[in-house]
């Protein structure tokens, strides 16, 4: 059955540098978002992508974050200068234009 | 705007008993409805959804949920759990103005043998 994969599963990284995560969609799919859970707290809704622009963001997703579909089966989520904050496990999911988003195992990213 | 309240932060119980966790939610628009259950160190799996159809939906792994409009209630429901059962289960609402999803605090399941 395919399935959404991230990398990598964990990333330490100290504050002010910049991560990439990356994810790679069910292929067929045409739908990608990104989630974060900080510890304790309920998963959050970051962005939306489709069409190669994004279609929608919250307020959350400020000037720090910004996504790219850089080939046909990657899709990043890059976050320029980390803060402590941004710690949390980072979800991508994607849809084939159905309601049901399929999710990936996350990345956990601790900022030191 | 829509949220959704997952009423036990944990449930605990015995091997063979009843399952049932319970969410309710608020939304603008006719929603659409989902659980899904995370295991540990796994992704978000889907369990369940409700899309408009026949207000009792069935899962995978024996789950159902049923879809009560006027309690505003989408409560997910197990006759016997099973030890593989515990894990955290989230209840999910889909914003049909757009694909974004809102979701619950999360429901700790803890399974006693």
């Known amino acids: 059955e395919p399935e959404v994969t991230q990398t990598p599963s964990h990333q330490v990284t100290q504050m002010g540098q910049e991560v990439i995560l990356r994810c790679v969609p069910i292929?067929?799919?045409?739908?990608f978002y990104w989630y974060r859970q900080i510890l304790g707290q309920k998963v959050e809704f970051l962005v939306s992508?489709?069409?190669?622009?994004?279609?929608?963001k919250s307020e959350i997703f400020d000037d720090q974050f910004s996504v790219e579909r850089p080939d046909g089966s990657n899709f990043t989520l890059k976050i320029r200068s980390t803060k402590l904050e941004d710690s949390a496990m980072y979800f991508c999911?994607?849809?084939?234009?159905?309601?049901?988003?399929?999710f990936g195992p996350g990345t956990r990213l601790l900022v030191l | 705007a829509q949220s959704v309240t997952q009423l036990d932060s944990h449930v605990s119980v015995s091997e063979g008993t009843p399952v049932l966790l319970r969410c309710n939610y608020s939304?603008?628009?006719?929603?659409?409805l989902f659980w899904y259950v995370q295991h540990p160190n796994k992704g978000l799996q889907l369990l369940l959804k409700?899309?408009?159809?026949?207000?009792l939906v069935k899962g995978i792994n024996g789950f159902e949920a049923e879809f009560k409009k006027s309690e505003t209630s989408f409560h997910l429901t197990k006759p016997s759990a099973h030890m593989s059962d515990a894990a955290e289960y989230f209840c999910?609402?889909?914003?049909?103005?757009?694909?974004?999803?809102?979701f619950g605090g999360g429901t700790r399941l803890m399974v006693k043998p």
């Open positions: 999911a994607s849809n084939g234009g159905a309601e049901t988003q399929y």
């Open positions: 292929s067929n799919h045409l739908y």
């Open positions: 992508f489709y069409n190669n622009e994004i279609s929608e």
């Open positions: 939304s603008s628009y006719s929603p659409s």
């Open positions: 409700y899309t408009s159809a026949a207000t």
């Open positions: 999910v609402v889909n914003n049909n103005a757009g694909n974004m999803l809102t």
